[in-house]
């Protein structure tokens, strides 16, 4: 659909100055023509327009992550899993086989 980067910068910064904080990637989709969100991605493949598409996702991402320190975070928090964030938790143990040997004989 896009023959040049320009044009697709020009249309990307259309989306975003329309829309303002009420940014999606399906809704960049639809702007730009799209028929699906896959689009996006497969633009994003393209070593000419990979930059572009690479930005503007970035882009809605760091408008998602501002708005983490809002009251209604629940659907913020949906949509930055869906780009690739996670909740986890980090544990670091570090057993010692011989104790641990000792212990269950111990506790036999």
């Given amino acids: 659909m896009y023959e040049t980067v320009e044009e697709l910068d020009t249309a990307i910064q259309a989306y975003f100055d329309q829309a303002g904080e009420d940014v999606t990637i399906p809704g960049l989709a639809y702007f730009l023509g799209f028929a699906s969100r896959q689009s996006i991605y497969d633009y994003k ?40 964030w996670k909740d986890k938790v980090e544990s670091d143990i570090n057993l010692n086989t011989d104790a641990v040997k000792n212990i269950i004989i111990e506790n036999v």
């Fill in 45 to 84: 493949e393209r070593e000419q327009f990979s930059y572009s598409i690479k930005r503007a996702v970035l882009k809605i991402e760091s408008i998602y992550a501002a708005k983490l320190s809002g009251q209604n975070v629940t659907g913020v928090i949906f949509a930055l899993k869906n780009m690739g």
